[in-house]
C-alpha cells in the first residue's frame, strides 16, 4: 500500500539523517514545541511525530551509517613511499647530518613538484597545518597555513594537510610528478594500511584524488631546516 511505501521511506530517511553527522535534515527528526502544540490530521503531521517511535527503539538508534569511499579500495593506486631516511639515525645524535641528507633527498626529486606539510599544535592547544609547495619551474613558492579545531589530534591534523596539498595540486592544476614531504611515520602508517582508527574519512578523501595524481611521499625527520 502507499501508505506503507510512504512510512518506510520515512523511517529509512530518519535513520540516515540522525546517524549521520552534520545531516542537513537532521533538525526535521528532533522534537520542538510546535509538535506538542500544533493540531495535525491524518498525514499532515510532522515528520518528526511520524516517526519518533520507530527511531527511539535501541536496535535503531544503535545503526551507525557508514559511507563508502568513491573508489573501492581494490582500485587504489600502489602508494609510493621514500622512508630511507629512517635508516639514517636519530636527529638527536647527528642533526646536522641528518639536514643534509633531507636536503639531498629534496635535491634528489628536484625535477619534481615538491610539497612539505605539517601540523602542530602549541602550548595552549591550538591546531594547525601547513603546506609548502615548490613547482620546478618556478622559483618562488606557494604557502598556506589553516587552523584547525583543536579537538582534532596532530595525527589527524597530520592526515588533514595531507589531503589538502593534495586538493591544492588540483586546484592549481599541477601536472607531472609530485613529491610530498612529511615528518608523520602516523600518517604514512594509515595511508600504507588504507585505514585510520579516528578518521577514516580523511584517509579515503586522500585515496580518492590519488587515483588522479602521480605522488611519491617522503618521510623526513622534523625540523631540519629543509
Not at 501508505?3 to 539523517?17: P, S, V
Request: net charge negative; hydrophobic share 35%; aromatic share 8%.
Amino acid at each position: 500500500p502507499l501508505n506503507l511505501r510512504r512510512r518506510r521511506l520515512q523511517f529509512n530517511y530518519g535513520i540516515q539523517a540522525v546517524q549521520t553527522p552534520g545531516h542537513v535534515a537532521s533538525s526535521v527528526f528532533v522534537d520542538n514545541w510546535q509538535n506538542s502544540y500544533g493540531k495535525f490530521k491524518g498525514n499532515g503531521r510532522p515528520t518528526y511525530l511520524k516517526t519518533e517511535e520507530f527511531l527511539r527503539r535501541k536496535e535503531i538508534a544503535d545503526i551507525r551509517i557508514v559511507r563508502l569511499p568513491e573508489h573501492p579500495p581494490w582500485r587504489y593506486p600502489p602508494l609510493c613511499v621514500d622512508c630511507d631516511l629512517r635508516e639514517a639515525g636519530r636527529k638527536k645524535d647527528n642533526a646536522d647530518w641528518l639536514s643534509m641528507l633531507a636536503n639531498e633527498k629534496a635535491a634528489n626529486y628536484g625535477e619534481t613538484c615538491l610539497i612539505f606539510t605539517d601540523a602542530s599544535k602549541d602550548a595552549e592547544n591550538n591546531t594547525g597545518i601547513g603546506v609548502v609547495i615548490q613547482h620546478p619551474d618556478r622559483q618562488d613558492y606557494l604557502s598556506f597555513d589553516y587552523r584547525l579545531d583543536n579537538d582534532l589530534s596532530v595525527h589527524c591534523g597530520e592526515l588533514v594537510a595531507i589531503r589538502t596539498a593534495l586538493e591544492k595540486v588540483i586546484e592549481l592544476d599541477i601536472q607531472g610528478m609530485v613529491t610530498l614531504f612529511t615528518d608523520s611515520q602516523s600518517a604514512l602508517a594509515s595511508l600504507q594500511s588504507l585505514e585510520s582508527n579516528t578518521r577514516q574519512d580523511i584517509v579515503d578523501s586522500i585515496f580518492n584524488m590519488l587515483v588522479r595524481l602521480n605522488v611519491t611521499f617522503v618521510w623526513i625527520s622534523s625540523h631540519l631546516g629543509v
